[in-house]
T-cell receptor
Framework: ELKVEQNPLFLSMQEGKNYTIYCNYS?????LYWYRQDPGKSLESLFV?????AVKQEGRLMASLDTKARLSTLHITAAVHDLSATYFC????????????FGTGTRLKVLA | DAGITQSPRHKVTETGTPVTLRCHQT?????MYWYRQDPGHGLRLIHY???????DKGEVSDGYSVSRSKTEDFLLTLESATSSQTSVYFC??????????????FGPGTRLTVL
């Protein structure tokens, strides 16, 4: 059974600080996705990582994928309050099924 | 924004009644998904569709059925709603597989309360 684990589940950090969210998954997959969700809202796609070693950056967020370690990271640089949200990673299911499995999410709160 | 709508957006119903949620897309994407979101569980896949009349179960499919008679519409039915099905339901779409990145786009969600 494919499992996707994120840590930490909750993260409270000061503005200007750096931090990393981790996403571990239990089966071979070379596709990993990061989403953002604001309270009461839908999910917004942030990054699509399609191969080992893939790195994507957008503003203060950078995502990377290590398929050998079955690990993706979402790094936050110099956090600002607007980054407060819940972040989800998701893995494309077993080959060819396109069944996505989501992590339980990391709730990030950036304090001014 | 991807053209995905869900209806209704909010619904309160009673235990034992049937409920149908609708997802409509204007993107002509092949794949459509239904998820439920509950605190502490993230998003869990209920059912998905890979084409008209082609559907498959997800990890939490018990008590739910789906139908897709047109590319643009994907219906989720709770045959006899139970309180454990109180949740927020999200529809998502993605383009075809193969070389595509299969990025998912989500609808606005439906908040369902079963009393």
């Amino acid at each position: 059974e494919l499992k996707v684990e994120q840590n930490p589940l909750f993260l409270s950090m000061q503005e200007g600080k750096n931090y990393t969210i981790y996403c571990n998954y239990s089966t071979t997959s070379d596709r990993l996705y990061w989403y953002r969700q604001d309270p009461g809202k839908s999910l917004e796609s942030l990054f699509v990582l399609l191969s080992n070693g893939a790195v994507k950056q957008e503003g203060r967020l950078m995502a990377s994928l290590d398929t050998k370690a079955r690990l993706s990271t979402l790094h936050i640089t110099a956090a600002v309050h607007d980054l407060s949200a819940t972040y989800f990673c998701a893995v494309d299911g077993t080959s060819g099924t396109y069944k996505y499995i989501f992590g339980t999410g990391t709730r990030l709160k950036v304090l001014a | 924004d991807a053209g995905i709508t869900q209806s209704p957006r909010h619904k309160v119903t009673e235990t034992g009644t049937p409920v149908t949620l609708r997802c409509h897309q204007t993107e002509n994407h092949r794949y459509m998904y239904w998820y439920r979101q509950d605190p502490g569980h993230g998003l869990r896949l209920i059912h998905y569709s890979y084409g008209v009349k082609d559907t498959d179960k997800g990890e939490v499919s018990d008590g739910y059925s789906v139908s897709r008679s047109k590319t643009e519409d994907f219906l989720l039915t709770l045959e006899s709603a139970t309180s454990s099905q109180t949740s927020v339901y999200f529809c998502a779409i993605s383009s075809s597989g193969g070389a595509g990145n299969n990025e998912q786009f989500f609808g606005p969600g439906t908040r369902l309360t079963v009393l």
